[in-house]
C-alpha cells in the first residue's frame, strides 16, 4: 500500500470525523495524524508525541469506528509517536532491502480480487481443498468445522482461505470475518498481554463468525499462545462458528503442538493440496497467461511446465518475467526466446537445491542429527550446532537471503540467522581446526 493510498484513506476518515467535531477539535488533534500502516487488521497511527495520550485516550474508540466504516472491515488501532514511526520506516526499509523475494503482502491479498474460487485452477492434487473451501464458503459452519488445509508453500492455500473470504463476504455482509495468520495472533496476544488488555483481544477474538488463521504452526512450542488459542477455538466451535486453518504439515506433524489442539485440529475436515501434476501446471500456465493478456506456444508451455515443478507461485514469477520481455520488446515469445530469458532462472534454482541438498548431507552426517530436526525448532546442543553451521554454510554458497534461509528452517525472522552466523564465525576463530574443515567444504561446494 502507498503512501497516497494511505493519504487517502486519512481523508476520507477525516470527512467522518468532520460530522462528528468542531473545527478547532479537528486541527487541533488530528491534522498531524499520520496513517502509518495497514496490516492484518491493525492501523497504525502517528501523532505528535506531545499529542499521543491525549488522542489516545479520548478518541480511540471514534477512530476506530471510522477506520472500520471507510475501510468495510473491523480494524484494531496502535498508536504511535512521530519518532516512533521515523524509526518504524528505518527498520521498514533496511527489512525491504533485504526481501529478495516479493511475496504479496497479506494487506494486498486482502484486497485483491484476484484470489478467487474463479480464477483457482483445479487439478488431481488440489481438488479435495478446493471441494471443502467451497463447501465451507457456501455453507459456513455447518459441515466441516474446523477446516485444516495443509501442504508446501506455494500450492494455493493463502488463495483458497481469501476465495473463502470473498464468498463468504458476497453471501453474508453481515458476518464478522477475522483473517489472521498465527504469527499475527502471536504478536497480538503477547501485546495485548503487555499492555495489561486481555480482554479487548479475547473480545475481538471470540466475536467473530468467521476465523482464518493462515499459518497456524506458528504458535506450536509457544505454550501460553497454545493455551490462549485452545480457548479461542473452544469458544467459537461450541458457538458454532466456522474456524478455518492452514499449515504447511498435517496437525499431527507439528513439533510442539500440544495434543489437545492437534486432535482438535483433525475433528472437522482435514484436506491436503500435493504440489502440481504436469497437467496441472500447464493448465496454470495456460489460465495465467491468458490472465495477463498474452499467449504462448504449446512447445513453450512445456518447457516452463517440465522446468517449474513444485510451486506455483515461481509459475507467475516466470510468467511475469516472459510478459515483461513481451512488453517491453514486442517480441513473440518463441521456445528459444523462452529458453533464452529463463535458463539462467532455472539453472540457478536448480544449482542452489542441489547445493543446499548437499550442505545439508554434510551436517547430517558431521553432526549425527538428523535433517528434519536440524529444520525444526528443537534446542538440543548437537542439532542446534548442525543448524548453526547449515546456516553458516548455505551463506557462503548460495545468494540467498538471510531471509529466505531462514525460512529454510521454518523461520520467518532473519534475526535467527544472523544470530547462527554470529556463533558460526565465533567458534570457527576459537577453533583453527574446525574452521579449515569448514572452509574445505565451502571451497568445494563452491568450485561447481
Ligand atoms: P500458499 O499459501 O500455499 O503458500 P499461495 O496461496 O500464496 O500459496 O499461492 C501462491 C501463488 O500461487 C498465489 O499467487 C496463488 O494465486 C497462486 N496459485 C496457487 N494455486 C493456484 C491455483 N490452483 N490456480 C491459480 N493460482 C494458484
Ligand atoms: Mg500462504
Same mark, same amino acid.
Given at each position: 500500500?502507498?503512501?497516497?493510498?494511505?493519504?487517502?484513506?486519512?481523508?476520507?476518515?477525516?470527512?467522518?470525523?468532520?460530522?462528528?467535531?468542531?473545527? $478547532?477539535?479537528?486541527?487541533?488533534?488530528?491534522?498531524?495524524?499520520?496513517?502509518?500502516?495497514?496490516?492484518?487488521?491493525?492501523?497504525?497511527? %502517528?501523532?505528535?508525541?506531545?499529542?499521543?495520550?491525549?488522542?489516545?485516550?479520548?478518541?480511540?474508540?471514534?477512530?476506530?469506528?471510522?477506520?472500520?466504516?471507510?475501510?468495510?472491515?473491523?480494524?484494531?488501532?496502535?498508536?504511535?509517536?512521530?519518532?516512533?514511526?521515523?524509526?518504524?520506516? +528505518?527498520?521498514?526499509?533496511?527489512?525491504?532491502?533485504?526481501?529478495?523475494?516479493?511475496?504479496?503482502?497479506?494487506?494486498?491479498?486482502?484486497? %485483491?480480487?484476484?484470489?478467487?474460487?474463479?480464477?483457482?485452477?483445479? *487439478?488431481?492434487?488440489?481438488?479435495?481443498?478446493?471441494?471443502?473451501?467451497?463447501?465451507?464458503?457456501?455453507?459456513?459452519?455447518?459441515?466441516?468445522?474446523?477446516? #485444516?488445509?495443509?501442504?508446501?508453500?506455494?500450492?494455493?492455500?493463502?488463495?483458497?482461505?481469501?476465495?473463502?473470504?470473498?464468498?463468504?463476504?458476497?453471501?453474508?455482509?453481515?458476518?464478522?470475518?477475522?483473517?489472521?495468520?498465527?504469527?499475527?495472533?502471536?504478536?497480538?496476544?503477547? /501485546?495485548?498481554?503487555?499492555?495489561?488488555?486481555?480482554?479487548?483481544?479475547?473480545?475481538?477474538?471470540?466475536?467473530?463468525?468467521?476465523?482464518?488463521?493462515?499459518?497456524?504452526?506458528?504458535?506450536?512450542?509457544?505454550?501460553?499462545?497454545?493455551?490462549?488459542?485452545? @480457548?479461542?477455538?473452544?469458544?467459537?466451535?461450541?458457538?458454532?462458528?466456522?474456524?478455518?486453518?492452514?499449515?504447511?504439515?498435517?496437525?499431527?506433524?507439528?513439533?510442539?503442538?500440544?495434543? /489437545?489442539?492437534?486432535?482438535?485440529?483433525?475433528? *472437522?475436515?482435514?484436506?491436503?493440496?500435493?504440489?502440481?501434476?504436469?497437467?496441472?501446471?500447464?493448465?496454470?500456465?495456460?489460465?495465467?497467461?491468458?490472465?495477463?493478456?498474452?499467449?504462448?506456444?504449446?512447445?513453450?508451455?512445456?518447457? +516452463?511446465? @517440465?522446468?517449474?515443478?513444485?510451486?506455483?507461485?515461481?509459475?507467475?514469477?516466470?510468467?511475469?518475467?516472459?510478459? $515483461?520481455?513481451?512488453?517491453?520488446?514486442?517480441?513473440?515469445?518463441?521456445?528459444?526466446? $523462452?529458453?533464452?530469458?529463463?535458463?539462467?532462472?532455472?539453472?540457478?534454482?536448480?544449482?542452489?537445491?542441489?547445493?543446499?541438498?548437499?550442505?545439508?548431507? #554434510?551436517?547430517?552426517?558431521?553432526?549425527?542429527?538428523?535433517?528434519?530436526?536440524?529444520? %525444526?525448532?528443537?534446542?538440543?546442543?548437537?542439532?542446534?550446532?548442525?543448524?548453526?553451521?547449515?546456516? #553458516?554454510?548455505?551463506?557462503?554458497?548460495?545468494?540467498?537471503?538471510?531471509?529466505?534461509?531462514?525460512?529454510?528452517?521454518?523461520?520467518?525472522?532473519?534475526?535467527?540467522?544472523?544470530? %547462527?552466523?554470529?556463533?558460526?564465525?565465533?567458534?570457527?576463530?576459537?577453533?583453527?581446526?574446525?574452521?579449515?574443515?569448514?572452509?574445505?567444504?565451502?571451497?568445494?561446494?563452491?568450485?561447481?
Amino acid at each position: 500500500m502507498t503512501d497516497n493510498e494511505y493519504k487517502q484513506i486519512k481523508k476520507f476518515v477525516l470527512e467522518e470525523l468532520k460530522q462528528v467535531y468542531v473545527p $478547532a477539535t479537528m486541527t487541533l488533534w488530528f491534522e498531524e495524524m499520520r496513517v502509518v500502516s495497514l496490516e492484518n487488521n491493525l492501523i497504525t497511527l %502517528s501523532f505528535p508525541a506531545s499529542k499521543k495520550s491525549f488522542v489516545e485516550m479520548q478518541y480511540y474508540h471514534a477512530l476506530k469506528e471510522k477506520f472500520s466504516g471507510v475501510l468495510g472491515f473491523d480494524v484494531e488501532i496502535a498508536f504511535i509517536t512521530d519518532d516512533e514511526e521515523a524509526d518504524l520506516r +528505518l527498520g521498514i526499509s533496511k527489512i525491504a532491502e533485504e526481501e529478495e523475494e516479493k511475496e504479496i503482502s497479506t494487506y494486498k491479498m486482502r484486497f %485483491s480480487p484476484e484470489y478467487t474460487f474463479e480464477n483457482f485452477v483445479v *487439478g488431481k492434487s488440489n481438488q479435495l481443498a478446493h471441494a471443502a473451501a467451497l463447501a465451507v464458503a457456501r455453507h459456513p459452519a455447518e459441515l466441516n468445522n474446523p477446516l #485444516y488445509f495443509h501442504g508446501p508453500s506455494g500450492l494455493g492455500k493463502t488463495h483458497l482461505i481469501f476465495a473463502i473470504i470473498n464468498e463468504i463476504r458476497k453471501n453474508h455482509p453481515e458476518y464478522n470475518i477475522l483473517y489472521v495468520t498465527g504469527e499475527d495472533f502471536t504478536n497480538e496476544l503477547v /501485546r495485548s498481554l503487555a499492555e495489561k488488555k486481555p480482554m479487548v483481544f479475547r473480545d475481538k477474538y471470540r466475536n467473530v463468525d468467521v476465523l482464518l488463521v493462515d499459518d497456524i504452526q506458528f504458535i506450536a512450542g509457544k505454550m501460553m499462545i497454545q493455551e490462549e488459542f485452545f @480457548h479461542t477455538f473452544d469458544t467459537l466451535f461450541k458457538l458454532k462458528k466456522q474456524i478455518i486453518l492452514a499449515s504447511d504439515c498435517a496437525p499431527k506433524d507439528i513439533d510442539g503442538l500440544e495434543d /489437545r489442539l492437534k486432535s482438535r485440529f483433525v475433528m *472437522g475436515l482435514v484436506a491436503d493440496i500435493q504440489p502440481p501434476d504436469l497437467e496441472l501446471r500447464i493448465a496454470i500456465f495456460q489460465r495465467k497467461t491468458k490472465d495477463y493478456g498474452f499467449e504462448l506456444d504449446m512447445d513453450v508451455l512445456y518447457y +516452463l511446465s @517440465h522446468n517449474i515443478t513444485t510451486n506455483i507461485r515461481q509459475i507467475e514469477g516466470a510468467l511475469k518475467k516472459l510478459h $515483461a520481455h513481451n512488453l517491453i520488446t514486442g517480441e513473440k515469445i518463441t521456445y528459444s526466446v $523462452a529458453q533464452n530469458i529463463l535458463s539462467e532462472f532455472f539453472v540457478t534454482e536448480k544449482k542452489q537445491e542441489n547445493t543446499i541438498e548437499k550442505i545439508f548431507d #554434510y551436517v547430517v552426517r558431521r553432526y549425527g542429527v538428523k535433517e528434519e530436526d536440524i529444520k %525444526s525448532a528443537k534446542r538440543h546442543a548437537d542439532i542446534i550446532a548442525a543448524r548453526h553451521c547449515a546456516t #553458516y554454510i548455505i551463506r557462503k554458497t548460495t545468494n540467498l537471503s538471510q531471509k529466505a534461509i531462514a525460512k529454510l528452517f521454518g523461520k520467518k525472522d532473519h534475526t535467527t540467522v544472523m544470530h %547462527s552466523l554470529d556463533s558460526m564465525e565465533k567458534k570457527m576463530l576459537e577453533d583453527a581446526v574446525f574452521a579449515k574443515e569448514i572452509e574445505g567444504v565451502i571451497n568445494e561446494l563452491n568450485k561447481k
